[in-house]
T-cell receptor, first 111, second 116 residues
């Protein structure tokens, strides 16, 4: 079982739709969680950190469920410019700073 | 804007040649990562350093890959000899560990390596 797993998609959604991605992790001691966005042939860029209490940044909401060991990303009112691959990142425990990436979920927002 | 700088951006080389990729982390960052990205495997962590010391290079094929930080402003990833299966995009990222937390990591634009 991979340490961090994501549905590769693609998720094809119309503009204005709400879409959600999940990401599961295997190490229950994992400490920190992030969502990154990667455009085609570009580097990953930090979208948002994921806090235990959940957090929101504009149209984006991130949640953490420690009991079920997953994080989620919700995008509301999706725009064409949201089309990208969304990567979840887990730091798998205390005393380590390894960023472990999921394989990413591709999102295509259609006009 | 502070950024991670990688050189070269593109490299085409023949099988068996040595390849060196360079990375200048963001000034003040104390943690540096090397990743390899392919369509099949996604982003794989090859090695990472904290305060220039290698903490984990278990993801790196030891027989041909080596990673070093000769100083705080330069990280290198070397492949010798290169093979076609090494063709990938290699990303460097840097971050700052404060107290016990990695605040965030920033990526360079990557080196696209093609070994023919």
């Amino acid at each position: 079982r991979k340490e961090v797993e994501q549905d590769p998609g693609p998720f094809n959604v119309p503009e204005g739709a709400t879409v959600a991605f999940n990401c599961t992790y295997s190490n229950s001691a994992s400490q920190s969680f992030f969502w990154y966005r990667q455009d085609c042939r570009k580097e990953p860029k930090l979208l948002m950190s994921v806090y235990s209490s959940g957090n929101e940044d504009g149209r984006f909401t991130a949640q953490l469920n420690r009991a079920s060991q997953y994080i989620s990303l919700l995008i509301r009112d999706s725009k064409l410019s949201d089309s990208a691959t969304y990567l979840c990142v887990v730091i798998p425990g205390s005393g380590t700073y390894k960023y472990i990436f999921g394989t990413g979920t591709r999102l295509k927002v259609l006009a | 804007d502070a950024r991670v700088t990688q050189t070269p951006r593109h490299k085409v080389t023949e099988m068996g040649q040595e390849v060196t990729m360079r990375c200048q982390p963001i000034l003040g960052h104390n943690t540096v990562f090397w990743y390899r990205q392919t369509m099949m495997q996604g982003l794989e962590l090859l090695a990472y350093f904290r305060n220039r010391a290698p903490l984990d290079d278990s993801g790196m094929p030891k027989d041909r890959f080596s990673a070093e930080m000769p100083d705080a402003t330069l990280a290198t990833l070397k492949i010798q000899p290169s093979e076609p299966r090494d063709s990938a995009v290699y990303f460097c990222a840097s971050g700052l560990v404060q107290y016990t937390s990695l605040v965030r990591a920033f990526f360079g634009q990557g080196t696209r390596l093609t070994v023919v």
